[in-house]
């Protein structure tokens, strides 16, 4: 005799009789309605999601901020390098044309935290206010090593050539800019990039003695400078 279902839920037509469903299928019904149950998105759940998502996106641009401040924190925050501009000199003066060779002397500090830094000079600049005075490629002037043990490191200058030059006064915005490439080992940690120095403001006294020689020197104690740590060297004109 065929089976077929009664009108009433979970019963089998047997032999003209109703019996209770031997069948699956409402196990398999009610599986189906917990599954749908079980991913049907509710607020509670939404929440969730959405504080995981967030999570994921802040710790994601974390890394990304990390690894571009990286450089900056070695050094500021645990090598805690210095550079001041501690001396000025001209050389080759030329009575004739007013030009001499200005000198640029630099040091360097790192207060013992166990860091050794090592910067080599890619190129700098003169300027006076913002106009550019000078410009030059030195090979390796800041190619000294730097290490904790050593308070104040002198970095040999900073050369700019055949540059106009008064025979007296003083110069009071006197400009200088470095780019170097720093290297850094120490118990806080490594890493390599660029250093961008900027020394502001130098103060310059220019004289003349009795058979007309120029000299400049540097007023007052060395001047602070700035700088900025890259991992990338991206300026062209500079």
Same mark, same amino acid.
């Given at each position: 005799m065929t089976r077929s279902l009664? %009108?009433?839920?979970?019963?089998?037509?047997?032999?003209?009789?109703?019996?209770?469903?031997?069948?699956? +299928?409402?196990?398999?019904? +009610?599986?189906? @309605?917990?599954?749908?149950?079980?991913?049907? &998105?509710?607020? +509670?759940?939404? =929440?969730?999601?959405?504080? &995981?998502?967030?999570?994921?996106?802040f710790?994601?641009?974390?890394i990304l901020y990390m690894g571009a401040v990286f450089p900056d924190y070695i050094l500021k925050g645990v090598c805690n390098l210095e550079v001041f501009a501690d001396s000025f000199s001209i050389s080759n +003066?030329?009575?004739?044309?007013? %030009?001499? @060779?200005?000198?640029?002397?630099? %040091?360097?500090?790192?207060?013992?935290?166990? =860091?050794?830094?090592? &910067?080599?000079?890619?190129?700098?600049?003169?300027?006076r206010g913002n106009k550019l005075l000078s410009e030059s490629s030195t090979p390796d002037y800041f190619g000294l090593l730097v290490t904790g043990k050593l308070n104040d490191v002198p970095v040999p200058y900073a050369v700019f050539k055949t540059v106009a030059t008064p025979r007296k006064g003083v110069v009071w915005d006197i400009r200088v800019e470095v780019v170097t490439s720093v290297k850094i080992n120490g118990r806080a940690g490594h890493g390599d990039g660029f250093l961008i120095v900027t020394c502001r403001d130098i103060p310059v006294n220019f004289t003349a003695d009795p058979t007309g020689n120029v000299n400049g020197s540097l007023i007052g104690y060395m001047r602070p400078c700035e700088y900025l740590v890259q991992e990338e060297y991206t300026d062209p004109s500079f």
């Open positions: 009664c %009108t009433s839920c979970g019963l089998r037509s047997r032999y003209c009789q109703c019996h209770l469903q031997n069948s699956t +299928a409402p196990n398999a019904n +009610a599986n189906s @309605d917990n599954g749908e149950r079980a991913f049907k &998105l509710t607020p +509670a759940s939404f =929440c969730v999601f959405y504080l &995981l998502y967030t999570l994921a996106m710790g994601f641009f974390l +003066a030329s009575n004739a044309n007013a %030009t001499a @060779d200005w000198n640029v002397g630099f %040091t360097t500090r790192n207060p013992g935290n166990g =860091c050794k830094v090592s &910067l080599r000079t890619i190129k700098s600049r003169l300027l």
